[in-house]
């Protein structure tokens, strides 16, 4: 008899879950509480702009082994584009300075001794800063690691880091920061490439894995909100939509939930509950032909510009003190930035969109990391998954992925595999 298991959650940790425990012939059955799969990481038409949209603009490097075999597994290897090296643009708002860190493919870092491939302004003894993030305790601050000012604290070490982190760079967990680095830069600018999903996060990330799962005949069902976990002695019993009890039976459960909604549904769950705000700007404008993919901006509101063929987004981490701003105030501010950078005309404001995601991420502060849960459940038959577990990286697509595959691991030890 096939072994079944009931995924609670259709993000990208609870996808890749489903993908490593069909593949593996398990009976898959997945309940989503929206009208359909992605979580943070979907993609839609947005009527505003009439064009397909992403949430946001989620980065992958080419270094981040779960989601490139997640790619791989279902048939969407070919979905992300970027460089064909590690580069990494910037321009400076306020001087109008542009320049470009660009590592070298191999993974001894000969990059680091040429002014022109390096942090402009910063001395080579400065970058060893990378180091040290790298053998960084549990408890250190990225500022408490990393000198907080001068050209290579603003020019590189701050934009980086609050993109990856979500919360100012100096308060943010100098642990996660050298692990992020540890499994690229460490590793040569092979590992580095800044790649994006295109057209869309849907086309690479989700579509196919749906195809995937299909094709295996796992259940997926939507608008379907847990509400309740039954328990009975160290085991999950029952599953509560709202319409009654569903006995689980024999069923490994994978819960791959927000970590707000976890500790609802679980017990004494200790999860991170300070979250950090992302704001994202789309615009119905075609990228120039010689505007880079990704772009990093300094001196002004934009953070990051992601160049589309029918669209320019724009992602702004560690946001909260933007969620309250009126929207179209947000555009034309964000626009100017965009403009600037991509000389365009400042004042000619394209059709826009801008999506507030008040709790985009957990805050990948030290303490918030301490707070973070193990996959394993004192449960036999119940796993986490999500990016807010312990996954030994900040909150993102490569740690939502990998969370999945270490719950669906465990799903595969309690059935007995």
Same mark, same amino acid.
């Given at each position: 008899?096939?072994?079944a298991?009931?995924? &609670?959650?259709?993000?990208?940790?609870?996808?890749?879950?489903?993908?490593?425990?069909?593949?593996?012939?398990?009976? &898959?059955e997945i309940?989503? @509480?929206?009208?359909?799969?992605?979580?943070?990481?979907?993609?839609?038409?947005?009527?505003?702009? !009439?064009?397909?949209?992403?949430?946001?603009?989620?980065?992958?490097?080419?270094?981040?082994?779960a989601?490139?075999?997640?790619?791989?597994?279902i048939?969407?290897?070919?979905?992300?584009t !970027?460089?064909?090296?590690?580069?990494?643009d910037?321009?400076?708002?306020?001087?109008?300075?542009?320049?470009?860190?660009?590592?070298?493919?191999?993974?001894?870092?000969?990059?680091?001794?040429?002014?022109?491939?390096?942090?402009?302004?910063?001395?080579?003894?400065?970058?060893l800063a990378?180091a040290?993030?790298?053998?960084?305790?549990?408890?250190?601050?990225?500022?408490?690691? &990393?000198?907080?000012?001068?050209?290579?604290?603003?020019?590189?070490i701050?934009?980086?880091m609050?993109?990856?982190?979500n919360?100012?760079?100096?308060?943010?967990?100098?642990?996660? #920061?050298?692990?992020?680095?540890?499994?690229?830069? @460490?590793?040569?600018?092979? @590992?580095?490439?800044?790649?994006i999903?295109?057209?869309?996060?849907?086309?690479?990330?989700?579509?196919?894995?749906?195809?995937?799962?299909s094709?295996r005949?796992? $259940?997926?069902?939507?608008?379907r909100?847990l509400?309740?976990?039954g328990?009975?002695?160290?085991?999950?019993? +029952?599953?509560?939509?709202?319409?009654?009890?569903?006995?689980?039976?024999?069923?490994?459960?994978?819960l791959?939930?927000?970590?707000?909604? $976890?500790?609802?549904?679980v017990?004494?769950?200790?999860?991170?509950?300070?979250?950090?705000?992302?704001?994202?700007?789309?615009?119905?404008?075609?990228?120039?032909?010689?505007?880079?993919?990704?772009?990093?901006?300094?001196?002004?509101?934009a953070?990051?510009?992601?160049?589309?063929?029918?669209?320019?987004?724009v992602?702004?981490?560690?946001a909260?003190?933007?969620?309250? =701003?009126?929207r179209?105030?947000l555009?034309?501010?964000i626009?100017?930035? &965009?403009?600037?950078?991509?000389?365009?005309p400042?004042?000619?404001l394209?059709?826009?969109?801008?999506?507030?995601?008040?709790? +985009?991420?957990?805050?990948?502060?030290?303490?918030q990391?301490?707070?973070?849960p193990?996959?394993?459940?004192?449960?036999?038959?119940?796993?986490?998954? !999500?990016?807010?577990?312990?996954?030994?990286?900040? #909150?993102?697509? =490569?740690?939502?992925?990998?969370?999945?595959?270490?719950? @669906?691991?465990?799903?595969? +030890? $309690?059935?007995?595999?």
């Amino acid at each position: 008899m096939t072994k079944a298991v009931r995924i &609670v959650g259709a993000g990208l940790a609870g996808l890749s879950a489903a993908v490593e425990l069909a593949a593996a012939g398990y009976r &898959v059955e997945i309940d989503e @509480a929206a009208a359909g799969a992605g979580g943070r990481c979907r993609s839609y038409h947005d009527p505003q702009l !009439g064009r397909v949209i992403d949430n946001g603009n989620h980065l992958v490097l080419s270094g981040n082994s779960a989601a490139m075999a997640y790619l791989d597994r279902i048939g969407a290897g070919g979905r992300l584009t !970027g460089p064909d090296h590690a580069e990494f643009d910037f321009h400076d708002l306020r001087s109008g300075m542009r320049w470009r860190i660009a590592a070298n493919d191999g993974p001894i870092p000969w990059w680091l001794l040429s002014p022109g491939r390096r942090t402009p302004g910063a001395r080579l003894r400065d970058h060893l800063a990378l180091a040290r993030l790298m053998l960084a305790g549990t408890g250190a601050r990225v500022g408490d690691v &990393v000198r907080s000012d001068g050209p290579f604290w603003e020019r590189l070490i701050e934009p980086i880091m609050v993109a990856a982190l979500n919360v100012p760079a100096k308060d943010g967990s100098a642990r996660l #920061a050298g692990a992020v680095l540890t499994q690229s830069l @460490a590793r040569g600018g092979r @590992a580095s490439r800044p790649l994006i999903a295109d057209p869309t996060l849907d086309a690479a990330f989700v579509a196919p894995a749906l195809r995937f799962l299909s094709g295996r005949r796992a $259940a997926l069902r939507f608008g379907r909100r847990l509400r309740r976990i039954g328990f009975a002695g160290d085991r999950v019993a +029952a599953l509560d939509f709202g319409a009654g009890e569903e006995p689980v039976g024999d069923a490994t459960v994978v819960l791959a939930v927000p970590p707000w909604t $976890a500790v609802e549904l679980v017990p004494g769950l200790i999860a991170p509950d300070r979250h950090s705000a992302i704001v994202n700007a789309h615009y119905a404008c075609a990228a120039p032909k010689a505007a880079r993919r990704m772009t990093g901006l300094l001196g002004g509101l934009a953070e990051w510009v992601f160049a589309f063929d029918d669209r320019l987004s724009v992602t702004i981490s560690a946001a909260d003190r933007l969620v309250e =701003e009126d929207r179209e105030v947000l555009a034309r501010r964000i626009w100017a930035d &965009v403009a600037a950078t991509l000389d365009l005309p400042p004042d000619a404001l394209p059709r826009w969109q801008i999506v507030k995601e008040k709790r +985009a991420t957990f805050a990948a502060t030290p303490e918030q990391d301490a707070r973070r849960p193990p996959a394993r459940t004192q449960w036999k038959n119940l796993a986490l998954a !999500g990016d807010w577990t312990q996954t030994g990286l900040p #909150a993102t697509i =490569e740690g939502a992925i990998r969370s999945g595959v270490a719950a @669906a691991r465990l799903a595969k +030890a $309690a059935a007995g595999a």
